[in-house]
């Protein structure tokens, strides 16, 4: 671009050779405010120039935009750190998901001053080599650690501030429900306290007289060079390794002098700083309570001994079934197929809105309810993840179920084949289905009654003025309605029954045309009553489970009330999820942006970081460029992809020796069933059973297990047949009574046939049933009868 010089006011891009701080300023309020586009940026400053009258002078290259958006970042993440230095309270949240079969991981954090005045931050998606917990604590010390790295190059910064302050000062953590949560969250609970030990001690530490100061090193340098492997190891050390050695055991003495201290506190200071409160996302409950009474709904069928929901087969499936009806293909067709109304609705969800914009019935059924109806409807979203999507899509289904019918009879004719293909047809039958309506009208129901009065409370107007904390009554709330509800499904079911009574919130139905269509068709679903019941117990069960935290004496029970304002979490983890939706949206239009700049937009224009980059000087935007210029140049992003593909690269091999070495554990088990000497008569096994333990020829658990082995290999007329695996252990074969009992049934089969002496010479030989080498080898002889030392003699 050239440059253009002219009297008057002009629009400045470079000050001799220098971008100047407000033009910084603005091309980032541009790219992360408005998104603009960074490659067409200048272009709308030459357009908005142009158009006030104003020339420009000078040009900004890619590069310089880049950096200006890095930068934009980085004040976001000194930002973060200045408001933590006058927080009381402090709570993290985050969320995992797969992006192209790499694990990210998003966090957030939410800090509370003084006031109880709360600021949401995010601090980025971080790219992980697994969903462990142990990695998801590793990336949360190290995105804090970059953070504090980062604002130790500010004048803010004072010599005492440490990435120990951040976990210090954390009060609460806010997940889902996850099992790699929880413990995540026991791991974050150990770190927070080893933290505030480690700090606490320091702190004595320099309250120490010089004599003492002289003491402690003494000590710790004592210690590490016992830990070195003595003095001569200490002398074949670099300065590094002595520096690591000596940190070591420097944090170590400033941890148990501050256990020591923390000891001397009352147990009000002791729950104060060591609080740490848990939360699951409430979305996250109300999902898992409506799987729970699905789940319970499905067996009732079953148990009443009534025929349920017609099975959804694919393909597949639908051919085993039809042409090899009675054989073991039809059978595993049949087991690993599902039916029912979730099944149909995620079906139907795929025909009617599918997640390709170019496949399905999408448009074509808006425009016939829109024809037929006088309105459009969207389908709901159920081939994505969205919550409540296949509850809404059964509500649309039992609503609107004589118009979808005569929707797809119409798609049927319409097509040259005059058939619907296999998955529009499985829509069609599960519509027409009753027992499948049955499960339509129940989960609609509940839908109305429980879930869209449950998200108004939790997704409403006022959720972010809402404590996660103070949800215990809601939650009482929905499982007293559901008792209800279970002891008169009536208040759901009856001709007269009412929104103020039936639903949750006593307000108006989100969907009351879908209440009328079930009462409508309510002399048709004789089952509807009990199958309500089904599901809501079902829900109940599951409510129970996840609202357990809320329990009397638990942590939220018994906190202060400044302690739940301290630790102030959302009602959902919704700011995680939509971290994830934002960074699909733009690595689908910039398929090559880092994570780094990704990041660095998100925390610019969540953060509100316009206000903080424009407060500092130049000499401390000065610094932060130049920083980033380094960070920038130092090959990060390039190292991250390169531990990913490394891990998998160690994982693989990892993989392959315990493969080697289960080849050779099936190796030795062969061999070992092989040289067996299985007993020639039921007479010689009894006998060998009646010898004492201790005793020279006692029968050991191991030895019974070796000679059932030999019968599930080389058994004749059936006799390997019935015993358990011995990969079921206990609870298959039972005790050393139990296994001396199938064995002896295997011996008296094999004596029937007559050949046990021929094939006692040929044991090797593979004849019979064989079993799986995962069977042969895992044997669990755990808390038999047999003495430790045989246990460990084997």
């Known amino acids: 671009m050239k440059t253009t010089i002219v009297d008057g006011p002009s629009l400045q891009l470079k000050n001799n050779g220098i971008i100047p701080d407000d033009t910084c300023s603005l091309i980032n309020d541009l790219i992360a405010e408005d998104g603009v586009n960074p490659e067409r940026v200048l272009s709308v400053l030459n357009r908005m120039a142009n158009h006030l009258g104003v020339p420009v002078e000078g040009s900004v290259s890619d590069w310089s935009t880049k950096w200006i958006v ?130 606490r001690g320091e702190e004595t530490i320099l309250k120490s007289t010089p004599h003492e100061l002289l003491d402690i090193l003494f000590k710790v340098s004592q210690e590490a060079i016992i830990n070195a492997g003595g003095m001569a190891s200490w002398e074949n050390l670099s300065q590094n390794q002595r520096k690591t050695h000596h940190d070591e055991a420097f944090h170590r003495f400033a941890f148990e002098l501050g256990e020591a201290e923390f000891t001397k506190l009352d147990d009000s200071q002791k729950k104060n700083i060591d609080l740490l409160i848990w939360a699951g996302c409430c979305m996250h409950k109300e999902m898992n309570a409506f799987k729970g009474g699905c789940t319970h709904m499905s067996r009732w069928w079953e148990e009443n001994g009534i025929s349920g929901p017609i099975k959804m087969y694919n393909q597949d499936n639908a051919a085993a079934a039809d042409l090899g009806a009675g054989t073991a293909a039809a059978k595993c067709a049949e087991d690993c197929t599902q039916g029912g109304a979730i099944k149909v609705s995620s079906l139907a969800g795929a025909v009617f809105r599918h997640k390709d914009r170019k496949r399905g019935q999408q448009d074509t059924l ?254 401390e935007r000065r610094e932060l460029r130049k920083l980033i210029r380094e960070q920038d140049s130092s090959g990060n992003n ?47 096994l009894e006998e060998a059973y009646k010898i004492r333990r201790g005793a020279n020829g006692y029968l050991t658990v191991a030895a019974l297990d070796l000679q059932l082995d030999w019968h599930i290999k080389n058994g004749k007329n059936g006799s390997g047949l019935e015993i358990p695996k011995a990969k079921s252990g206990a609870k298959g074969r039972g005790d050393r009574e139990s296994r001396y009992r199938h064995l002896q049934a295997a011996i008296s089969k094999y004596e029937a046939a007559g050949n046990l002496a021929v094939e006692a010479e040929h044991a090797g030989a593979e004849t019979g049933v064989e079993s799986s080498q995962e069977e042969i080898i895992d044997v669990d002889v755990e808390g038999q009868d047999d003495s430790e030392d045989e246990f460990y003699s084997r």
Request: aromatic share 8%; hydrophobic share 35%; glycine share 6%.
């Open 366 to 619: 808006r425009y016939f309810w829109d024809l037929e109806m006088g309105f459009t409807l969207c389908f709901p979203d159920t081939s994505n993840t969205r919550f409540q999507s296949h509850a809404e899509a059964c509500a649309i289904i039992i609503t609107y179920l004589d118009l979808i019918l005569q929707f797809l009879s119409y798609v049927e004719q319409n097509k040259a084949s005059q058939m619907l293909n296999h998955m529009e047809r499985n829509v069609k039958h599960g519509c027409e289905d009753n027992a499948t309506q049955h499960e339509f009208a129940v989960i609609t129901i509940y839908y109305q009654a429980i879930g869209v009065p449950y998200m108004h409370e939790i997704r409403g107007p006022l959720r972010s003025e809402t404590n996660m904390l103070k949800l215990g009554p809601l939650h009482e709330k929905v499982k007293s309605h559901l008792c209800k509800i279970i002891a008169n499904p009536n208040l759901l079911l009856s001709p007269d029954m009412s929104y103020e009574t039936g639903s949750l919130d006593g307000k108006l139905w989100e969907m009351p045309e879908a209440i009328y269509a079930i009462l409508q068709c309510k002399p048709q679903l004789p089952h509807l009553s009990p199958l309500l019941v089904s599901f809501c117990t079902g829900a109940l069960e599951t409510w129970e489970r996840f609202t357990s935290k809320f329990l009397a004496g638990g942590a939220i029970d018994t906190a202060t009330t400044e302690q739940i304002e301290s630790a102030w979490m959302e009602s959902t983890n919704d700011l995680n999820e939509g971290a994830f939706g934002n960074w699909q949206q733009a690595a689908r239009i910039r398929p090559n942006m880092s994570l780094n700049y990704f990041n660095a937009l998100q925390m610019y224009k969540k953060n509100g970081a316009s206000s903080y980059l424009k407060s500092l000087t130049s000499e």
């Open 638 to 684: 390039c190292a991250i992809k390169h531990t990913m593909a490394q891990h998998m690269k160690d994982v693989a091999s990892q993989n392959a020796d315990k493969d080697r070495t289960r080849a050779a554990r099936i190796a030795r088990a062969e061999e070992a069933v092989d040289g067996c000497d299985p007993y020639q008569t039921s007479q010689a």
């Open 70 to 199: 890095l930068e934009g970042g980085a004040a976001a993440k000194m930002q973060v750190v200045q408001c933590i230095k006058n927080a009381k309270g402090l709570t993290i949240s985050g969320d995992g998901t797969t992006h192209k079969n790499n694990n990210l991981e998003s966090h957030h954090a939410t800090i509370i001053d003084e006031n109880n005045h709360k600021t949401q931050f995010f601090l980025g998606i971080q790219m992980a080599v697994n969903h462990t917990s142990e990695t998801q604590l590793e990336r949360w010390v190290d995105l804090v650690d970059d953070l504090y790295s980062i604002y130790k190059h500010s004048p803010h910064c004072q010599s005492g501030e440490d990435a120990r302050d951040f976990w210090i000062t954390v009060t609460g953590m806010h997940t889902d429900h996850a099992e790699d949560q929880k413990k995540l969250f026991w791991l974050l609970q150990t770190w927070k306290q080893r933290c505030e030990r480690e700090k």
